[in-house]
């Protein structure tokens, strides 16, 4: 199990940008699949993207050619880089960890990941 902590959210206009970190605190961080979710109001938990251990990713529909998902191993974090915001963003986005079956493998669902962490919320002013 790793313990992970979502950092970098906050309040942005429509347009601008954010970068949201997720820390795990051990030293094993090389060893998961990582994967970003958001929950906006009233939604459901949606894919926001994943990234495998060797460091390819994927990305929900909604957010790609937008968002940029990496990863440093040496720091134990994960970053999401967000650019050209849009209030349909607004969400907690949860940082998710898990082990997985393979160095290649992007897992997309929310039932694959076994660690998460509380959330950070982003807000997107209309």
């Known amino acids: 199990q790793e313990q992970l902590v979502e950092s970098g959210g906050g309040l942005v206009q429509t347009g601008g940008s954010l970068r949201l970190s997720c820390a795990a605190s051990g030293r094993t961080l090389s060893r998961y699949a990582m994967g970003w979710f958001r929950q906006g109001p009233g939604k459901e938990r949606e894919f926001v993207a994943a990234?495998?251990?060797?460091?390819?990713?994927a990305y929900g529909d909604s957010v790609k050619g937008r968002f940029t998902f990496s990863r440093d191993n040496t720091k134990n974090t994960v970053y999401l880089q967000m650019n050209s915001l849009k209030p349909e963003d607004t969400a907690v986005y949860y940082c998710a960890a898990v082990i997985p079956s393979g160095v290649f493998s992007l897992p997309t669902t929310a039932s694959a990941y076994d660690d998460w962490g509380q959330g950070t919320q982003v807000t997107v002013d209309s």
């Open positions: 990234i495998s251990r060797r460091g390819g990713t």
